[in-house]
Structures are given as C-alpha cells and as structure tokens.
C-alpha cells in the first residue's frame, strides 16, 4: 500500500513539472526552478519531487548538470517502426543535423549469424561499417552494418562520415530497399559503448537487429544498433486483421 501511494505521489509530481513546463513554454534547455523552490510550490517533500525528477531524466525529458540544477531536454526523435526510411532523411526530416564518425570498415569472413542473416556461405567476404552517429551533436547510436562483399564491389570507396549508405547503395548499386525485419530489446551499454554515447556504464540503452532486403526479397544488409534510450523513442501502428 505504501508503495502505491509513493508512486502516486511521484506520478502527480512528474504531472505538476510537465504542466509547469509547458504552462511556463520552457525550451529545450531552460532551467526548472530549484528543487527547493518545487517542493514549496506544489508541497511536495524532497524524495518524492527527486524521484520525479530522476524519472523524467530516465525517461529523456529532463537533464541536470552538476551543482547547476535541472533543465529541460530536447524532444527524443521518434521513430516508427514501420518505416523503412534512413536515419539520415528521419534526422533531415525532423529539422535535425546528422553527422558520423567512422568508428571501422573493414572485410571480415561471415561467422554463422551473419551467414545466416545475408543468406551467405559461412566464411565468405562481407563489408563491415561501424559508425557514431550524431543527432545535433550528440552522439545517439553505435551503428553496425555487414554486407556481401561481392555484391557491393568498390562501396569503401565512399566516406560514409559524409555520405548515406543507403543513397549509395540505390544510385551506385541501383538496389532498392523495399522491406525489413526488425527486433528491439533492451541492453546495458559496456565500458566502451558508455564512451562513445557519453551515458554512464550499465545504462539501458536499446539493441536493434534487423535486416534490409530489395524487391526480389534477398537480403541486402544485417544490421545491429545500441542507440540511446534517453535520446530515441519507437512507435508502432497497430491495426486490427481483417479476418478478425
């Protein structure tokens, strides 16, 4: 019982700061009153108004920086499962700025997932890229993608820091991508990943595994992403079957 009532009374804090936010038109970045001057507002006591608080920054609508206070965050980039678009043209559509690090691009022998994945025999030659992927300057995903070597002769000629592998592979390649499948679960970023996305070691984070394929339904890329949690959202358009 107890239990219910302190999430309840966390709940109406995390309504009070979002209705406050929003009555007050704060952007991205302005700064909440003191944690004080809310607890004297709206009479909560420190630990519930800390709790809303550390919930809304799980959740990526707020941030605090050390010895200054609680802000408010940038809106998280949704992005719908259902659609096939890049990144980049997601990003550019959202009136963002997407940048890349080249983190590796190397050939490498297929082991048995991607053989499996890319319907290849199992040590064959595939392209592997691994870029940081920067939405406004923030780094938001680690992604990875693995390629048939002969099917894509010549691709580590193009800088992928600057260009879209996928513009490459339709104009270059003349592959269009029609469909994919893809799975969303949730892992802890490792020592390395931390770095990279600058979040704490341990931090959820989401794991994507996917494959890409063209119009003949042959594979074209498999995929794996660690992307930020407090950065990205997904959402889905459930529709009824029409046989129910």
């Not at 909440?32 to 919930?55: G, K, V």
């Not at 259902?82 to 997407?98: A, F, H, K, M, Y």
């Not at 082991?111 to 290849?120: G, Y």
Request: glycine share 6%; net charge negative.
């Amino acid at each position: 019982m107890r239990n219910r009532q302190g999430n309840r009374s966390r709940d109406e804090a995390m309504e009070k700061i979002e209705y406050y936010i929003m009555k007050n038109e704060l952007v991205p970045h302005e700064k909440l009153p003191s944690e004080r001057d809310m607890c004297d507002m709206w009479n909560f006591n420190r630990t519930t108004l800390r709790s809303a608080i550390q919930r809304l920054i799980t959740e990526g609508r707020l941030y605090q920086k050390k010895g200054s206070g609680t802000y408010v965050a940038d809106p998280k980039l949704v992005r719908n499962l259902q659609d096939l678009r890049s990144l980049s043209t997601l990003v550019r559509e959202n009136g963002g700025i997407l940048t890349n690090k080249l983190l590796s691009v190397e050939v490498i022998e297929s082991n048995k997932q991607t053989t499996k994945k890319l319907h290849l025999p199992l040590g064959h030659k595939v392209y592997a890229l691994t870029r940081l992927r920067y939405v406004d300057e923030e780094p938001v995903t680690i992604e990875s993608c693995f390629m048939d070597y002969e099917k894509f002769s010549n691709i580590m000629n193009h800088d992928f820091e600057k260009e879209s592998l996928y513009s490459v592979i339709e104009n270059e390649y003349g592959i269009s991508i029609a469909h994919g499948e893809e799975r969303v679960g949730i892992a802890y970023a490792t020592d390395y990943e931390a770095e990279l996305l600058g979040v704490e070691p341990g931090q959820a984070v989401f794991y994507l595994t996917g494959v890409s394929y063209n119009e003949d339904q042959e594979p074209v890329e498999y995929f794996k992403s660690i992307v930020r949690a407090d950065k990205v959202k997904f959402a889905s358009v459930l529709r009824q079957r029409e046989d129910e």
